[in-house]
Nanobody, 126 residues
């Protein structure tokens, strides 16, 4: 049973920071062969790709509006992936989801590429 659990969401004022983390269990492929993606769904909008990290090939990717503000990283000792979000804007308010898939993922910011998803953590910026 695959389980992805996000943590670190909360409420913050515009310009502030939050750090989200994703922990996975029961995933039928090794940690170092995973691609993790972060996605979000803002109120009234469709889910969109935020960032991703390929643990096997070591690359990262960001949606344009997140570049320079968000940083995705890995903690191999804890086998977790984190998303550091700085300079948060009101429009960053959304439910943030972690997703995982075996590497490589052809379109790592595309929702349809991922089969395993967490339940999300809420980020509210005011």
């Amino acid at each position: 049973h695959v389980q992805l659990v996000e943590s670190g969401g909360g409420s913050v004022q515009a310009g502030g920071s939050l750090r989200l983390s994703c922990a996975a269990s029961g995933v039928p492929y090794p940690y170092r062969r995973r691609c993790f993606g972060w996605f979000r769904r803002a109120p009234g909008r469709e889910r969109e790709g935020v960032s991703c990290i390929d643990l096997r090939y070591g690359y990262t990717s960001y949606a344009d509006s997140m570049k320079g503000r968000f940083t995705i990283s890995r903690d191999d000792a804890r086998q977790t992936v984190s998303l550091q979000m700085n300079s948060l804007r009101v429009e960053d308010t959304a439910m943030y989801y972690c997703a995982a898939e075996p590497s490589p993922v052809p379109q790592p910011l595309a929702l349809h590429e991922y089969r395993h998803w967490g339940r999300g953590t809420q980020v509210t910026v005011s």
